[in-house]
């Protein structure tokens, strides 16, 4: 078995509309908010988890390659040829079946740059808050009557830097890597522009676009964006 290289994926992603990613609700004031969004527990920023820019993508892959679990759960197996697993990960007992090798994409926290931290910083300035509260209404289908609801949601415009890596191996008896970057990873972050990440998309939350997509040195932004999904 022999690491032939290691992809590095880097970039921007601009939130086009407000974005929630829900955070702790363990140390809520009274007549604070209770639904809250994620945020580093150090220095109070938010920010975007890795774990939701990847589950995302795995969410929408499996359905991309007809992988949903029947019982609706996370798609894990044992074939040595998977990319859905080989890609994101599988369950420890299928991991030990396959002998297919460590998961191949690694996807890290997305931070604010600089421009929009200074940004979230003069918007809580002139506010007394650096998000935006989102009000809805679900209506009762027979009294009419409102049941308000309000989230919270970082604003539109603000940008992220995000990095990931991609491990491409050979040599794994019964392995075929075969085009799994190109047809699950690029393919996944296509489907991230069409879909959204966080809670709420189909209301209108979280969809996003990427001012840059670079893959070891060179610009693929144009050629994401015209992958069929």
């Given amino acids: 078995m022999i690491l032939k290289e290691i992809k ?34 150090l220095t109070g920023e938010v920010y975007i988890p890795g774990s939701s820019i990847k589950g995302k993508m795995r969410y929408l892959t499996e359905w991309l390659e007809g992988s949903v679990d029947s019982r609706g759960k996370v798609h894990t197996c044992s074939d040595k040829n998977c990319g859905v697993c080989n890609t994101f990960g599988r369950g420890a007992e299928d991991s030990k079946k396959a002998m297919s090798g460590p998961t191949r994409l690694i996807v890290r926290d997305a931070y604010l740059t600089e421009d929009s931290r200074k940004a979230l910083f003069e918007l809580k300035a002139r506010t007394g808050s650096d998000t935006e509260r989102k009000y809805e209404n679900n209506i009762n289908r027979l009294s009419s009557e409102a049941m308000p609801r309000d989230i919270e949601r970082i604003p539109a415009g603000m940008e992220f830097e995000f990095n990931m890596s991609y491990k491409v191996f050979e040599g794994i008896e019964g392995v075929t890597e075969g085009n799994n970057f190109e047809n699950i990873v690029l393919r996944g972050l296509k489907a991230l522009l069409l879909e959204g990440i966080g809670g709420g998309v189909s209301r209108g939350n979280g969809q996003i676009e990427f001012v840059k997509l670079i893959v070891d040195g060179a610009d693929i932004k144009d050629k994401v964006e015209a992958i069929n999904v």
């Fill in 8 to 41: 590095d994926i880097k970039g921007i992603i601009k939130i086009k509309t407000g974005l929630r990613v829900g955070g702790s609700t363990e140390n809520i004031e009274i007549g604070g908010n209770d639904n809250p969004i994620i945020r580093n527990p």
